[in-house]
RNA sequence: GGAGGGUUGGCUGAGUGGUUGAAAGCACCGGUCUUGAAAACCGGCAUGGGUUCACGCCCAUCCAGGGUUCGAAUCCCUGACCCUCCGCCA
């Protein structure tokens, strides 16, 4: 959520920022709304003043001894006008809380112009493809010849767009996710969290998955209101909800290890082959809840974490600073970190690392208290994928391949596999 | 699934219809004292909003939403969450 004040103050400078982003920011009916609000809100209370004298001077006749019934009939006609007042007040203030709820992050200044992905501004590459003697092929096949991969029986027991694999490739997933925990909590400073991966609306509402995009979550049928986590994101950042924290405590780092599910409406038909796209994956996620001032430093620090799990295991990779139109709806600015594919000739996200500066803490109610105003003030919010397994072990198999299909391990991740040194039939 | 208890400020915790926005303690900030610190003592200290050049004044908030009442932290109803005991269970 933006800041109100600002909001009011300055819709018209808000507006060109979102603009940016391909938000068209209602200005005249934000204005229409806030002058009747404030109208509204001045008569209500000025009514609330009026019942609280009254019903205070009643108190006192009646203490007195004295005859009260004059003054409470007196109170009757103030009592539905103030009633009135008060409903058309908190119909409003809905009316401007919804609105509000809408509204995305406005992007930071360093974030280039542009509407979608193709505009998107590569910043650095590292490492290089690499090259076969061979025609390289994808995970699919990659992973059926060795028969330990089988989307068929995936689609008999769920559906599409999901997998399910058996034997080293399956043990190869979880060396990927105890390798990047290690790293983060051994080398990064972040603390391993485990996390709850069904969550209430208010979770969702505090990272800003809702209202807005409920369409992409998976809700659950039952008595309680739980919806499937799409990303650790939303547990670990609500870890500081309705929170006032010590300056001293920050910043606090967590690193999670979840599944994460997706519905995936609205991209029928788009990454349909494979585990590039599906319902639900394993990620290993980045958090971090920081001072304001230092939140731009932390996103160059955290985007740099995630890179080096790419470095370590030597997958060849991009990164790319999201243009304006691109920006996911909470961030103020956004790394995609881009792996290298061989089976599509291309580099595809891996990781996604974003500063929501005070965007989801003003949601979440997540503050710090400020040593210098001694005020409860607002966090900033961080977080990074580092990396998404699924993926990773994708990008693993294609650039890993040897020519008779057998998978290479890469040296970091085979203290993990009992010294394995290749995945084979 | 059955029975009961609870939710109050940064924290602990009093408060069962009218100067209670809320006692007390802790924490925190300032001062006195001290060579310095501690202790002791004195003072300050909720959040959000409206209005004002400013001092200030006003409104809302004691889990949430309804209700009773001239007046609700306090009474009634509904819901959420937490806890205890019993049953079942990984």
Redesign the pocket.
Known sequence: MLD??LL?NEPEEIAVHLRRRGFELDVERLARLEQER?QL??E???L??E??????V???A??KGED?QP??QA??DL?SRLEAAEGRL?RIQEELEALALEIPNLPHPSVPDGNDERDNLEIRRWGEPPRFSFTPRDHVDLGAALGQMDFEAAARIAGSRFSLLTGPLARLQRALIQFMLDLHTEEHGYTESYVPYLV?ADSLRGTGQLPKFEEDLFKLAG??EYYLIPTAEVPVTNMVRDR?LDAEALPLCYVAHTPCFRSEAGSYGKDTRGMIRQHQFEKVEMVQIVRPEESWERLEQLTGHAERVLQMLELPYRVVVLCAGDLGFSAAKTYDLEVWLPGQQKYREISSCSNFTDFQARRLKARW?D?ES???ELVHTLNGSGLAVGRTLVAIMENYQQEDGSIGIPEVLRRYLGGLERIAS
């Open positions: 109100p004040k009011r404030k809100q001045v209500t209370q000025q609330q003043a019942r609280n004298r009254s019903a205070k009643i108190g006192q009646k203490a009260i003054l409470v109170m009757a009592k908190s209430n008595e309680h006032i208290r040593p001694g005020k409860p």
